[in-house]
């Protein structure tokens, strides 16, 4: 019943869940400089 709740919101662009489900899958572009700026700190630290 949750998995189709969660498909349910995230069809429906207005209920306020749908940002949540829909974020970490469809901005991988936003998330990448991020991913970049934490591996460059660990090769900081490691160096």
Known sequence: VKL???????ADPDTP???AILAPT???VLQAP???QESQ????LSA
């Open 34 to 36: 991020q991913a970049l």
């Open 17 to 19: 869940d749908a940002p």
């Open 26 to 28: 469809a901005s991988p």
């Open 41 to 44: 700190a660990v090769l900081q």
């Open 4 to 10: 189709e709740a969660d498909a349910k919101d995230a």
